[in-house]
Protein backbone atom coordinates (compact mmCIF):
# COMPACT_ATOMS: atom_id res chain seq x y z
CA UNK A 1 0.00 0.00 0.00
CA UNK A 2 1.64 3.14 -0.84
CA UNK A 3 1.30 5.80 2.36
CA UNK A 4 3.28 9.22 2.31
CA UNK A 5 3.26 10.63 6.11
CA UNK A 6 3.78 13.96 7.48
CA UNK A 7 4.14 14.74 10.99
CA UNK A 8 3.59 18.59 12.30
CA UNK A 9 1.93 20.50 15.12
CA UNK A 10 -1.68 21.26 14.87
CA UNK A 11 -2.82 24.50 12.75
CA UNK A 12 -2.86 26.31 15.43
CA UNK A 13 1.05 25.25 16.48
CA UNK A 14 -0.38 23.78 20.01
CA UNK A 15 -1.67 20.90 21.19
CA UNK A 16 -1.13 17.73 20.13
CA UNK A 17 0.83 16.41 16.96
CA UNK A 18 -0.71 15.59 13.75
CA UNK A 19 0.11 12.71 11.62
CA UNK A 20 -1.15 13.20 8.08
CA UNK A 21 -1.13 9.70 6.26
CA UNK A 22 -1.88 9.64 2.26
CA UNK A 23 -3.33 6.21 1.04
CA UNK A 24 -3.39 5.53 -2.72
CA UNK A 25 -6.15 2.95 -1.71
CA UNK A 26 -8.32 5.18 0.15
CA UNK A 27 -10.29 7.31 -2.39
CA UNK A 28 -13.27 9.12 -0.63
CA UNK A 29 -12.93 8.75 3.24
CA UNK A 30 -11.45 10.41 5.74
CA UNK A 31 -10.79 9.77 9.08
CA UNK A 32 -9.16 10.18 12.70
CA UNK A 33 -7.89 8.78 15.83
CA UNK A 34 -5.57 9.52 18.63
CA UNK A 35 -2.82 7.09 19.08
CA UNK A 36 -1.47 8.14 22.37
CA UNK A 37 -0.36 11.80 22.04
CA UNK A 38 -0.78 12.06 18.54
CA UNK A 39 -3.65 12.27 16.41
CA UNK A 40 -3.43 10.74 13.02
CA UNK A 41 -5.73 11.64 10.14
CA UNK A 42 -6.16 9.11 6.87
CA UNK A 43 -7.06 10.91 3.51
CA UNK A 44 -6.92 9.78 0.14
CA UNK A 45 -3.39 10.19 -1.67
CA UNK A 46 -5.49 13.05 -4.26
CA UNK A 47 -6.06 15.64 -1.70
CA UNK A 48 -5.24 19.09 -2.48
CA UNK A 49 -2.64 20.62 0.36
CA UNK A 50 -6.03 22.81 0.95
CA UNK A 51 -8.22 19.69 1.12
CA UNK A 52 -5.91 18.26 3.37
CA UNK A 53 -5.71 21.04 5.57
CA UNK A 54 -9.71 21.53 5.50
CA UNK A 55 -10.30 18.17 6.27
CA UNK A 56 -7.57 17.80 9.58
CA UNK A 57 -8.97 20.79 11.02
CA UNK A 58 -12.25 19.43 10.83
CA UNK A 59 -11.03 15.97 12.44
CA UNK A 60 -9.53 17.65 14.59
CA UNK A 61 -12.82 19.86 15.85
CA UNK A 62 -14.92 16.77 15.58
CA UNK A 63 -12.26 14.71 18.00
CA UNK A 64 -12.68 17.21 20.32
CA UNK A 65 -16.52 17.09 20.44
CA UNK A 66 -15.99 13.19 20.59
CA UNK A 67 -13.86 13.45 23.84
CA UNK A 68 -15.32 16.49 25.43
CA UNK A 69 -18.83 14.07 25.28
CA UNK A 70 -18.76 11.26 28.04
CA UNK A 71 -15.29 12.06 28.92
CA UNK A 72 -15.73 12.26 33.18
CA UNK A 73 -17.32 8.94 33.31
CA UNK A 74 -14.84 6.92 30.37
CA UNK A 75 -12.16 8.86 32.59
CA UNK A 76 -12.73 7.69 35.74
CA UNK A 77 -11.60 4.52 37.04
CA UNK A 78 -13.93 4.18 39.56
CA UNK A 79 -17.04 4.52 37.00
CA UNK A 80 -15.47 2.04 34.80
CA UNK A 81 -15.27 -0.50 37.76
CA UNK A 82 -18.87 0.27 38.29
CA UNK A 83 -19.55 0.26 34.86
CA UNK A 84 -17.57 -3.48 34.82
CA UNK A 85 -19.75 -4.72 37.99
CA UNK A 86 -23.04 -3.31 35.83
CA UNK A 87 -22.35 -5.13 32.60
CA UNK A 88 -21.19 -8.92 34.82
CA UNK A 89 -24.72 -8.40 36.96
CA UNK A 90 -26.83 -8.19 33.48
CA UNK A 91 -25.02 -10.37 31.18
CA UNK A 92 -22.98 -12.50 33.33
CA UNK A 93 -25.75 -12.77 36.17
CA UNK A 94 -22.70 -11.13 38.79
CA UNK A 95 -21.03 -14.33 37.98
CA UNK A 96 -17.21 -12.59 38.44
CA UNK A 97 -16.92 -9.43 40.58
CA UNK A 98 -13.69 -7.43 39.91
CA UNK A 99 -11.39 -6.30 42.35
CA UNK A 100 -10.15 -3.61 40.00
CA UNK A 101 -11.07 -1.80 36.17
CA UNK A 102 -8.54 0.65 35.15
CA UNK A 103 -7.33 2.82 31.97
CA UNK A 104 -3.95 2.14 30.92
CA UNK A 105 -1.63 3.39 28.23
CA UNK A 106 1.01 0.39 27.91
CA UNK A 107 -0.90 -1.44 25.77
CA UNK A 108 -0.16 -1.66 22.20
CA UNK A 109 -1.15 -5.27 21.01
CA UNK A 110 -4.44 -5.45 23.41
CA UNK A 111 -7.98 -3.74 23.73
CA UNK A 112 -7.74 -5.05 27.04
CA UNK A 113 -6.22 -7.64 29.54
CA UNK A 114 -7.28 -9.54 32.60
CA UNK A 115 -5.30 -10.72 35.63
CA UNK A 116 -7.97 -13.76 36.84
CA UNK A 117 -6.11 -14.85 39.96
CA UNK A 118 -6.05 -11.00 41.41
CA UNK A 119 -9.22 -9.64 39.77
CA UNK A 120 -8.08 -7.25 37.85
CA UNK A 121 -9.00 -5.82 34.39
CA UNK A 122 -6.97 -3.10 32.42
CA UNK A 123 -8.29 -1.47 29.21
CA UNK A 124 -6.36 0.46 26.80
CA UNK A 125 -6.70 3.73 27.15
CA UNK A 126 -7.07 3.88 22.75
CA UNK A 127 -10.73 2.66 23.46
CA UNK A 128 -11.57 6.01 25.53
CA UNK A 129 -12.66 7.31 21.60
CA UNK A 130 -14.41 4.32 20.45
CA UNK A 131 -18.79 4.06 21.30
CA UNK A 132 -19.50 3.40 24.99
CA UNK A 133 -20.76 0.14 23.41
CA UNK A 134 -17.53 -1.08 21.94
CA UNK A 135 -16.09 -0.61 25.65
CA UNK A 136 -18.79 -2.34 27.12
CA UNK A 137 -17.82 -5.13 24.71
CA UNK A 138 -14.08 -5.36 25.71
CA UNK A 139 -15.06 -5.09 29.56
CA UNK A 140 -17.88 -8.37 28.82
CA UNK A 141 -15.11 -9.87 27.22
CA UNK A 142 -12.12 -9.21 30.17
CA UNK A 143 -15.28 -10.17 32.71
CA UNK A 144 -15.47 -13.05 31.24
CA UNK A 145 -12.00 -14.33 31.96
CA UNK A 146 -12.48 -14.00 35.51
CA UNK A 147 -14.58 -17.35 34.62
CA UNK A 148 -12.81 -18.79 31.94
CA UNK A 149 -8.98 -18.33 31.89
CA UNK A 150 -9.05 -19.14 27.71
CA UNK A 151 -10.88 -19.00 24.98
CA UNK A 152 -12.95 -21.75 24.67
CA UNK A 153 -16.16 -22.16 23.42
CA UNK A 154 -17.76 -21.48 27.16
CA UNK A 155 -16.01 -18.57 26.95
CA UNK A 156 -17.07 -17.49 23.79
CA UNK A 157 -20.82 -18.36 24.55
CA UNK A 158 -20.40 -16.17 27.38
CA UNK A 159 -19.19 -13.43 25.54
CA UNK A 160 -21.70 -14.00 23.19
CA UNK A 161 -24.46 -13.07 26.28
CA UNK A 162 -23.59 -9.23 25.49
CA UNK A 163 -25.85 -8.62 22.44
CA UNK A 164 -23.64 -6.37 20.44
CA UNK A 165 -20.65 -9.00 20.73
CA UNK A 166 -19.93 -9.23 17.19
CA UNK A 167 -21.08 -6.31 15.83
CA UNK A 168 -18.36 -4.50 18.74
CA UNK A 169 -15.93 -7.50 17.91
CA UNK A 170 -15.94 -6.07 14.12
CA UNK A 171 -16.18 -2.93 14.60
CA UNK A 172 -12.68 -3.41 16.57
CA UNK A 173 -11.12 -4.93 13.69
CA UNK A 174 -12.41 -2.39 11.58
CA UNK A 175 -10.37 0.13 13.93
CA UNK A 176 -7.03 -1.98 13.99
CA UNK A 177 -7.04 -2.59 10.05
CA UNK A 178 -8.00 1.24 9.55
CA UNK A 179 -5.39 2.21 11.51
CA UNK A 180 -2.56 -0.50 10.54
CA UNK A 181 -2.69 -2.06 14.27
CA UNK A 182 -1.93 -5.70 14.67
CA UNK A 183 -3.91 -6.65 17.67
CA UNK A 184 -4.21 -10.85 18.77
CA UNK A 185 -7.02 -11.89 17.33
CA UNK A 186 -7.78 -13.89 20.57
CA UNK A 187 -7.68 -10.49 23.10
CA UNK A 188 -9.99 -8.31 20.97
Known amino acids: ?14 GPAVEVRRSARRRRTVSAYRDGETIVVLIPNQFTAEQE ?5 KMLRRLSRRGARGKAVRRSDAALL ?29 WGSCTPSDGSIRLSSR ?42 LGYLEGVAAAAHLTFDEDCA
Open 1 to 14: MDISVEARRNAAGV
Open 53 to 57: HEWVA
Open 82 to 110: GRARELSQRYLDSACQPTSVRWVSNQRSR
Open 127 to 168: LTQLPPWVIDYVLVHELVHLIVPGHNEKFWRLVERYPRSQRA
